[in-house]
């Protein structure tokens, strides 16, 4: 059982609460000090490449790459990290001083705050920050500070990508929507200040002692003085550059960004002014003085430069996994995400695409959708292009908790099983693959007649799937052939055969291109807040937010029964009752039921066909240490930055790849 401790602003003591219901016991721990490096010049840089973020601010971040900078230089006010054992997790307190306190009668049938009269936990919660808070500049940081950078995310002026984080997604707050719509003044929303050092959240629905820990992620900061001088009207709107320079974003975490230039790097170094040194040089936490972040995407210039010595992680591609499959520096960590084949399936957009005998609205027909489905080797796919992940048949994959107290996996729910089980008409799950070609070859002729009969395709014509990509690199020109051969053998026997013709196409913003109709299919991925299946739904529910452009889900309806009474409902007000409304405090089974029908419904569609889950397969340099020998879970996954140590600093690194000739052994 996970334990929640918060050291208290005098250091002198450790609150222990264990969640068995919601019992806050008071205890002393200690922890082992390890060794820290003797010598105080020594320098531990951790060097990796990735693609360059286009902003890292947290109002408006949406990449990986963006919200890496994000992990490095924020801090939450609750910090998930791995326990004693290294097998585990703990919460720590980041910004705050102690657990949040529970002060929901003082505001249950009480106006503004909509919360229910009848409510006695879970709605409003007091939360103390620490006094020794400060920017990297040394300005200190307060409850006004937060307050700001939550209005902010909220600005109905800016309409921010991440806004949704405080009025439909992770940590509602009352009346946030309002707000963010410019219906009501922010006095009326569900944030509080106390006093300097304290406020209160009162949310829209009620969160469990454990959501609301790891829902409180969401609140990241904005220094008010830059963030505000780097405000510009953009048409009707007004937008931020903060976060795209090193003069421009500010950091309150244990690192700050020292050095950026643009498609070439960014170096982040220690912070200076961030309140754990202390506690960090005791634990033997946070060796890493520095980072390094080279924007290089070229995946054989980055294991070269990873075998000279030169960056410290590579990915794995299926031609690495022959040669370093069994390399005792490989790790393989599962991730939160389903890549998928996203489709375009708006007629009206495929037919423009269409020439003289080449036809692109076939894709349209849910058959034909279908028919590729069914034609999909998974396994071979991962066998031979992914190693290492395994075939995804639902759209959530096994890094998602169901019901946190317990660990219970949503794919190992019965209500999630019966998701797979009725899509793929397989009674156990563990006899599932997906592929069923003398099936495919049904919906493939029936797709011809039904698409013959539309006067949608005459039986002269050719069809052309155009397959949006990022690259040209091997993976994507590898999935681009296994997706031609998969269709080949489909349509086999049917008047498709033989006509169909899969054109990759380089495009380095095909996911926007995906979302406006302008390209035919591509494959993407969804994943994130392993701990909140529910609200994974925003990916595909909202219509602002989901890739596949055809799919309408704020007109689209789902019927499900619950106690008896069917009850329909378009895809995004199920997501919005499951989360925002009536359904948000319901027992696990309904909720659990609710997601169940939703993915359902949204994998019948067909306009959404996963593959496989991520999982990363990666090289890691001879001198790094992670903080534990597997990957223990989605919250801390192998211990991360915190805990990574080092054998050798950077001159003896570079010294011991400089008497290996620079070409290392793996």
Not at 186 to 201: A, H, Q, R, S
Not at 358 to 378: C, E, P, Q, T
Not at 404 to 421: I, M
Not at 636 to 649: A, C, K, P
Request: net charge negative.
């Amino acid at each position: 059982m996970p334990r929640v401790y918060c050291d208290t602003v005098k250091r002198s003591s450790v609150c222990l609460a264990v969640f068995l219901s919601v019992v806050i016991a008071v205890s002393f721990t200690s922890c082992k000090k390890k060794e820290v490096p003797a010598t105080k010049e020594a320098t531990y840089t951790y060097r990796v490449t990735g693609s360059q973020p286009t902003t890292w601010s947290p109002t408006d971040c949406q990449l990986s790459s963006e919200t890496l900078v994000l992990d490095y230089t924020c801090e939450g006010l609750y910090e998930f990290v791995l326990n004693d054992t290294r097998d585990g997790y703990d919460v720590r307190c980041g910004m705050a001083t102690a657990l949040p306190v529970d002060v929901t009668k003082e505001f249950a049938g009480k106006d503004p705050w909509g919360v229910p009269s009848d409510a006695s936990k879970g709605y409003a919660w007091r939360i103390t920050l620490r006094d020794d808070l400060k920017w990297d500049n040394g300005t200190p940081i307060d409850t006004s500070t937060v307050e700001y950078s939550i209005q902010q995310f909220l600005n109905p002026e800016m309409k921010n990508y991440r806004a949704s984080l405080f009025y439909a997604d992770s940590l509602i707050l009352a009346n946030g929507e309002d707000y963010y719509s410019g219906t009501c003044s922010w006095d009326k929303v569900g944030f509080i200040k106390n006093d300097n050092y304290t406020f209160t959240l009162v949310l829209k629905t009620s969160l469990s002692p454990f959501m609301i820990l790891y829902n409180s992620s969401s609140i990241m900061l904005l220094r008010e003085d830059l963030y505000e001088a780097n405000k510009k009207k953009s048409g009707d709107i007004v937008k931020s550059s903060y976060g795209t320079s090193v003069e421009t974003y500010a950091s309150y975490g244990a690192y700050k960004v020292t050095e950026f230039q643009s498609d070439k790097y960014m170096r982040l170094t220690r912070n200076p002014s961030w309140h754990g040194w202390k506690d960090a040089e005791e634990r033997g936490e946070f060796q890493t003085t520095d980072i390094y972040i080279q924007y290089i995407v070229e995946h054989s210039t980055v294991l070269n430069l990873f075998l000279q010595g030169k960056v410290d992680g590579v990915g794995l591609t299926a031609t690495d996994m022959e040669k370093y499959g069994n390399s005792e520096f490989r790790m393989t960590n599962p991730q939160p995400y389903t890549w998928k084949f996203s489709f375009n399936s708006d007629k009206e957009s495929l037919r423009r695409e269409n020439t003289p005998g080449v036809n692109h609205v076939a894709i349209s027909n849910k058959n034909f959708r279908k028919g590729i489905s069914l034609s999909l080797d998974r396994q071979k796919y991962c066998d031979t292009i992914t190693p290492g992940s395994d075939p995804m048949y639902g759209l959530l994959n096994y890094s998602y908790v169901a019901v946190p107290e317990t660990g219970e996996l949503y794919r190992d729910t019965d209500e999630a099983k019966f998701v797979l089980s009725s899509l793929y008409g397989i009674p156990d799950i563990d006899d599932i693959t997906g592929l069923d070609i003398a099936a495919a070859r049904k919906c493939f002729a029936l797709a011809w007649k039904e698409l013959l009969d539309a006067g949608d395709i005459s039986a002269s014509d050719t069809f052309a799937m155009d397959f949006h990509v990022y690259s040209s690199a091997e993976s994507y020109a590898r999935t681009s052939s296994f997706l031609q051969s998969c269709i080949d053998e489909g349509v086999k026997g049917t008047p498709f055969e033989g006509k169909i013709t899969v054109n990759m196409v380089v495009d380095q913003d095909y996911y926007e291109n995906l979302k406006k109709g302008n390209a035919d299919v591509a494959m993407t991925s969804w994943g994130g807040s392993s701990y909140d299946p529910y609200g994974h739904l925003w990916c595909y529910c909202m219509p602002d937010v989901r890739n596949e452009y055809g799919f309408n889900p704020d007109t689209e309806t789902v019927v499900i029964n619950l106690d008896g009474k069917n009850i329909e409902k378009t895809f995004q007000e199920w997501y919005l009752a499951l989360c925002n409304g009536e359904y948000s405090s319901a027992s696990y089974d309904v909720r659990n039921k609710i997601l169940a029908n939703v993915e359902l419904a949204l994998l019948e569609t067909y306009c959404m066909i996963p593959v496989r889950n991520f999982n990363t397969n990666s090289l890691v340099s001879q001198r790094l240490v992670e903080g534990a020998d597997f990957y223990v879970n989605p919250l801390v996954e192998r211990g991360g930055i915190r805990f990574r140590t080092y054998t050798m600093d950077d001159a003896e690194w570079d010294a011991y790849c400089k008497e290996n000739g620079n070409q290392l052994t793996y």
